[in-house]
Every structure is written in C-alpha cells, then in structure tokens.
C-alpha cells in the first residue's frame, strides 16, 4: 500500500508546496480542492501520478540511456529536432507500466468510478510536467490532454500517450529555450472527472486583462463543446469582460462588454472512451447564442477574484459547464506569466509616424507594438522549415508545434482565434505583437509582401501596406510629477480604454458618446423606436442583422452604448468619468443606418440642430430616452457611479432647464442618487451668463474648439481659415479666464477638454495660471503636458 501511496495521490492531499511531485497543473488543483472548496469553487475530483511513478517508468522499461543519447545527438546537430522528439516518443510509447504502477492506477480510477456513483467514470488525463506552470514560465500547451477516456485499458494508454508528450518538439524547443534540463525534468498524469462540456461549452478565463494588464478585469472567453478549440484559437469564441472591484455587491451586475463569437464548430467526444475527439458544425442557433448567461458569466468571474486572491497573483484558467448538470467547474489554474510580471512604473508607447492608409486586414490586438517585415504565409506544420527569422508570419491558427518559428518571427497574423488562443498567449509571452481572428488574413495578404502591423490602437490590430515609420518612447511613470491642477483624459473609444490605465490620470474629463454610437452601435436611434419608418432596404437588413439577438432593436441601442461608456469608465474607476451627451451634427446623424430619414438638411449644421437642442424636442425625444436608458444601467445596474453626465452646446438657461427636466423625465434627475451634470463651456452666451448656469450645473467643460470658432467667427472646419483659428488669441483666453472666475465665484469646478491644451504647451501654462481646475488631454500628450504644468505650477509658488 505504501508504495502505492508513492505513486498516486488524491488531489484533496496535494497543494502548491508538491510541484515536485506531481507538478504545477496537479498541485494547483489540490490547492483548489482543499482550500476554495469552502468559497464555492467547484473544482472535479481526481488524482495524479507522481514523479516517483514516472522515474519508475523510466527506469524499469531502461529508457534513460536511450533518451541520453538522442537529445546528445540533437545538441551536436547530428539529429534535427523532428527526429530527436519522434525517436524519444517511441521509446515511451513501446515501454510497459510495472505491475505496481499499473495496479495503483487502475485502484485509484476504481474509486474514482465509485465517489462518482458509476461503474467506469469517464475521465480526462492531463500531463503535468514538475517544470510547468512556474511564475515565470507558462509551458503553455506543451504536453497532452486526452479527453472522454474510459475502462482500464484506455486509462493505462492515455497514460503512456501523456509520458511521451514530456518529449514533443514544441516541449523539448521550449525547455531548450528556457533553460531546463530534460533530464530533471518529471512528468504527473492527473486523472480528473470527466465534466460533460461536450454537451455545453467551455474555456478559458484571466484575472487580469492580457492585453494592458489592467488588473481589475476578469476577461472570460466561451465556446460550445470542449474547450481545446478556444486554447487552439480554432475558433472565434465570445468574449465577456468583468469589473472585479463591484463583483462583491450582488444586486450589480458589473458585465462591461459581451462580444458574441462566431463559434463555427465545436470539439466533441470520439466514440468508445479513447480519449480522441473530432470537430462537429455548430448549428446556426449556437453560432447566434452566447455560451454563458450573465449570472454564469459573473459565477466564474466571482471565482476568479477567490482563485486570485488565494494565490496571490493573477491567474490563467480553464473552465468547463457540464451538459448533464449545468454546473460550471474549474479544470485547471496557473499563474499569468506575462501582464503579472510587467513593470508597472513604466511603459512603452508605440506611435506610427507616418498615416496609414486602409488596413489590409484587421482583428484583436496581441499586446501593444508595432512591427513591420515581409509576411510569410504558412497554412501548415509541414511548411515551418519555410520561415524565414524577422518575418511576419501569417497562418490560419498555431499550436505549440509552431513556437520555435513564433519566436523567430516579427509579428503574427491568424485567420482564427481570440486573445485567449495559443497565438495570443505566446506571442505575449514571446513579446511579439499579433493580430489574432482576422478571418480572411491568410487569402488577402501574399507571400513577401511588405507590411506593417499595428496593435498600438487599442484592442483591435491593424495590418497595412507597406513598411511605415514608427517610434517608441518608454516613460517611467513613477517619475512623473504631481500636480495640484488636475490632469485628466480624453478617450474617444472603448476599444482604447484599459491601454492606458498606468498613466496617473485622475479620471477622464471627456469621453464622446457619439463616438461609441457611430463605432460600436452604428444605428441612428429613432430608427430603432421607428424601423417602420426607414426606407432603404439595405439599412433594414443590416439593422436586422445587428439587433436580432435582442429582445427589441432599443434594446440592442441601450445594451451596445452602455457597455461602450461602462469599459471606459471603468479604467479609472473610482475617479470621475465624464460622459458627454451626443453631440453629433444632422449631417452625421443622418449617415447612421436609417438615419437619413430622421435629419433635416441644414445648410450650416455646425450651428444647427445639435446638442442640447435636440435631447427635448419631439423629432428626437425618444432617441434621447434611449440615451438616458444607457446612462442609467451604466450607473445603476452595472455599478459604475463615477460617470458624470455632460451637456453640449446649450444655448440659454431656459434651455438648460428644459434638458435637466427630460433628463429627469427618464430617471436621471440631477442630484438623484449622486449624479453630477456638467456643461460644455464652448458658446458665448455660456461665459456671459456663467453664473446662470452655474446655479443649474454641477461643473462647466471649456470646449475651446467651438469658442474659439464662435468667438472669431472662424469654421473651425475650414482649411481656408485655418491660420486664422488660434485658442491663443487674446478674445478666447479672455473669454476662458472669465468663465473660470465666475465658476469659481459659484462655487463650481471648472476644465477643459479641448484640444488645445495638448497642442499648445503655453496655453497649458495660461490655463494654469488662470486658474484652471483640471485639463483633459489626449493620451500621448499627457506625458509631456503633466510635466509642463508641474513646471508651470513650480515657477508660480516660487
């Protein structure tokens, strides 16, 4: 018995302190056994062999010697690693398990089958090598799973199958890489209850945003049937993205973006119990559905933060719903590798300098730099020899087989996958930017053509034509000086948001809710509350398409724009976020889908039906409530309280009243569950009657663009007039240090969210000296500004 006992062992005896015994991936689910069972984590029942089991093997069918003298000859050159790693498999696979082995296996998967209630359990057998799941190596992928496996036979030979796969040439590659010796390297099989995923969905799940390493996200990606498709990337998964900080508060639900994958076909279970699998159509259904529900969705981020904070460091893990029970499990949990171990004071900034033209191909963004080099298109493993270092390879998915050319190459292109994939996750770790599921990036771009990918733009990447120049700065954050004057951010989109939470910005003072509209939501609103009422018939189906899956096309306008302002106002949360009203002009409206039949021509629609004139008036009122609806679930559903709402162009007081009582009409009274309301500061009538505002107003926003454009009488669109449109003349900087004392006089905060400020370095220093509350810039010139104005600061206490 006791020699038994020194070859498996039940995960509920294991914890983090036995890798060397049966490895990272085993320990790590005792760990999960025996200490979160109690937090609700559900995590199946099994055991792992152990390293003594292994070395047994080893010892007993004489493979050492053999397996010295091939990785010698691969080292000398006289074997190519293709041979090295196949002579080596079959020595394991021709070896046979000592009795004593073999016996303890059968008797521990025996009383597996009797803890499950079942004559021969179902089980999945996964390898777990004693040098994996390291902080500081991920050894993603490197050995096998072997899925669906059933009766003894099958067991002791899935067994086997996960001891050669200690030695396949993407796992001798990487210990190569990284240092190991093969030699003290061990490997544990873990025999783990089968959970039926086959029959639901499965995945993968971080506790912490891989692309920004925006720490306060749990990032969940979910396909039907079993989840080696997701870490493959052979498939587009869903992807739903998770606010931490407001997950303890069970009446929010702090869901911050459901993207839906296109899912086209699902891994299932081979017949007979082999442990083989075969991939399976998805039905137009499962294409159209999401995997997981929101409570689904918010059970497994909950049980993220518990593994998390358990281990003390953010974490990779697989997940898997059953189909008989509907319960949602654990199958494995491993430290993040590479987000974890970045340098938070400091961060690098890829910018392209030249202008890009339309991007060839386009999908999610793997880390953030850019790389330019000839594409090298490879559609298969037997075409690797054909990579050529320094280029940018484009190939449908990758598996650990493609590592050693991954890590040779300048940039990676896939047709499929997400940024939970195998690419995304070792391009990451590799430090070499990809651009993942682009679907069509193997037929569009030809072998040797030059480009340049792009994935310093948010979390979606860019491949254009041709070499274009870029630069990279790096900034040491924690150098940056602090500032009494408030510095802030302006972000335009959602995509962008989490790529620059390590910049020590107190908040956003402009996020543009129009943007998000014409981005993400791309429908004009009154054609959502009215389809009857679009004409083109191009426009009704597109708008068809784009709301199907919603109970009414209102609410697709509500669910998209809230979720595009939440993933903002979540990268500074707690800090003010400040939302403004839509502020397109009719001309822009009307080229939203179904929109043209909404918007009057105007001939000036600069100055025309825009901003606050529209949110009460009866062509647009509805529209205006959906807005209102947006807002509201941001704030009061998912949790999200710092978003302050602001108003544009608001001509008078009366009409400031009039807004303030719509929006209050629609749940969003000023005042009401803490709500701010801020003015846009950009019409005359707004400094000459600042104190009137002022009593209905909770701050003013200088907008100096249409100031300057109002008070010059310049179109700030007009190239002609272009040397005449200045945010330094002396009637605008007299205009804005008068808005700013009145404010003050009242008892108000006042900013600026202009561009001039990012622009000009000595208007920066005026608004300083004026007295200026916060300033609201462009990201990459927040850097140069906040050290600027820290200057400007110093010189006047002097």
Sequence with gaps: MAQQESYVSWFETLGRGDVARVGGKNASLGEMIRSLKRAGVRV????????????DYVARNGIEEGLRARLAAHASGAASLHETGESIRRLFLDGEFPPEIADAIRGAWRELSRRSGVDEVAVAVRSSATAEDLPEASFAGQQETFLNVRGERALLDACRRCYAS??????????????????????????????????????????????????????????????????????NPDKYLVFKPLLDQPQLRPVLEKVLGEKERKMVH???????????????????????????????????VVIERHYGCPMDMEWAKDGDTGELAIVQARPETVQAHALSGAMKVHRLKDKPGQPLVTGAAIGQAIASGPVCVIRSADEIE?????????????????????????????????????????????????????????????DGQEITLSCADGDVG??????????????????????????????????????????????????????IINNLVRVHPMALVHPERVQDREAQREIRALTRRFPSPADYFVDTLAQGIA??????????VIVRLSDFKTNEYAHLLGGAGFEPKEENPMLGWR?????????????????CRALRKVREEIGLDNVVVMVPFCRTPQEADRVLATMADHGLARGQAGLQVYMMCEIPSNVILAEEFARRFDGFSIGSNDLTQLILGVDRDSADLASLFDERNEA??????????????????????GQAPSNHPEFAAFLVEAGIDSISLNPDSFVATVRHVAQVEAAARR
């Design 732 to 753: 605008v900087e007299r205009a804005i240090r008068e808005a700013i004392t009145k404010a003050h006089a009242a008892g108000i905060k006042v900013g600026i969210c």
């Design 386 to 446: 054909r990579f050529r270092p320094g280029a940018i390879l484009a190939t449908e998915i990758t598996d650990p087989d493609w590592v050693p050319i991954m890590k040779q190459a300048a940039g990676i292109i896939t047709d499929h996958g997400s940024t939970t994939s195998h690419a995304a996750i070792v391009s990451r770790e590799l430090g070499v930017p990809a651009v993942v599921g682009t679907r069509n990036g193997t037929e569009v771009l030809q």
């Design 462 to 515: 860019h491949a254009y034509a041709g070499r274009l120049a870029f630069e990279v700065e790096e900034v040491a954050l924690d150098q940056l000086p602090t500032t009494r004057t408030q510095m802030m951010l302006n972000v335009a989109s959602p995509a962008a948001a989490f790529q620059w939470w390590r910049l020590p910005a107190r908040g956003i003072g402009l996020a543009r809710m129009e943007f």
């Design 567 to 576: 993933k903002i106002a979540a990268a500074f949360h707690p800090h003010p």
């Design 44 to 55: 199946p029942d099994g055991f792992a062999t152990t390293a003594d089991a292994f070395r």
């Design 611 to 627: 901003g606050a004139s529209r949110y009460y008036d009866e062509r647009y009122r509805e529209g205006f409530a959906l807005e």
């Design 270 to 304: 081979a017949a007979g119990g082999s442990g083989r699998t075969r991939n399976v159509d998805t039905t137009r259904r499962e294409r159209e559905s999401y995997v997981l529900s929101d409570e689904e969705i918010l059970q497994l981020a909950r049980w993220a």
């Design 166 to 235: 200690l030695f396949t040439d993407r796992a001798i590659s990487y210990r190569e890489t990284r240092g190991f010796d093969h030699l003290q390297v061990a490997l544990s099989i873990g025999v783990q209850r089968m959970v039926r995923a086959d029959k639901a969905g499965s995945g993968v799940m971080f506790s912490i945003d891989t692309e920004t390493g925006f720490p306060r996200a749990v990032v969940i990606s979910a396909a039907w049937g079993l989840g080696e498709n997701v870490v493959q990337g052979a498939v």
